[in-house]
């Protein structure tokens, strides 16, 4: 077996022959003498690999902290981030079938449909929700629905249990039943009051006026709720301070306006 030796005064490693053991050698560096004994060299390889061992254990260590970090970096900072993004997103795209459904009904009928519907003395029956479900699929819950009766009918009522899905904001915690998805009703606005209907002309000019938004205030999907709030439905801040809204050009709020500034788009101009 080899022997390993170190001198002690100028700090040279080397080897030499076992057949050395016992015996003194001088440094061929400084010319310092070297004493000779396998079983001090045997003690101090095994320090010097037990060392090594406990170096890459450390490192070990050290690449294992890092990773738990960057893996509950992840979860816990990123992943909640992209969460919120994914909910933000399918918000819209809800908002969006939503307004495409209102778009066909106009082909259909040449107009948006009216806010709410009303009977022969002028109280709200059903709301614009109701009047679109063909344009969504949701033809079957539709052709369920006695329209000449108010929505919360005894028949209707049951109707309204049933959760519609793009009335449905995927971050709202509220029964499935309900709905934040609103209209601003006024007479400047594209859903006049009283259960009338905007033409075709005048949705072509509305251009960046709001057409659909998500509102902090919440019903039924069935019900005419705007017939009691009209313009003073307030947004949504459910996503942050950049509302979900859909304009009368299909758009979205990509340019991310405040509450404040949307609350200029609500009439038309």
Known sequence: ?????????????GTSGDE??????TC?????HIALNVAQASRAQVRQ???SVSTVWKVLGVLAAITLAGFAFLVFVVGPQVRKSARHATCTNNLKIVALGMLNYEVVYGTLPPAYTVDKQGNPLHSWRTL????????????????????DSPHNAQIAEIPIVFFDCPSSTEDPTKTNYMVFVGERTPFPPRGQQTSTHDLRAAGQTILVFEAAENCNWMEPKEADHGKR???SKRHGE???????DFGANKKGLSAEELGKRIEVK
């Open 1 to 13: 077996m080899p022997i390993v030796y170190c001198c002690s005064r100028c700090g040279v490693e």
């Open 20 to 25: 050395l053991d016992g015996k003194t050698i």
């Open 28 to 32: 061929g560096a400084c010319g310092s």
């Open 49 to 51: 690999s037990q060392s």
């Open 132 to 151: 679109i479900l063909p344009y969504i699929e949701q033809q079957d819950v539709y052709d369920r629905i006695r329209l000449n009766e108010p929505w």
């Open 233 to 235: 439905l307030t947004f």
């Open 242 to 248: 950049e509302p979900v809204v859909v304009f009368c």
